[in-house]
């Protein structure tokens, strides 16, 4: 139960310039992904970077 609360999606509001999120949004095309799956993904890489993990 406890492990559903903190995989639940949560809603955040994002305020990016119009430069970047047209980057965005061209890169999200050409990985087959939304701007937001493309964010999601994005800031997961990171995270596991920032922890010392390949994957997970």
Do not use: H
Not at 7 to 27: C, D, H, V
Request: aromatic share 8%; proline share 2%; hydrophobic share 30%.
């Amino acid at each position: 139960m406890e492990r559903e609360k903190d995989n639940a999606k949560k809603q955040i509001p994002l305020r990016l310039s119009g430069k970047l999120y047209a980057e965005l949004a061209q890169w999200a095309a050409d990985d087959f992904r939304s701007v937001n799956g493309q964010i999601e993904y994005l800031l997961t890489e990171c995270v596991k970077r920032r922890k010392g993990r390949k994957d997970d």
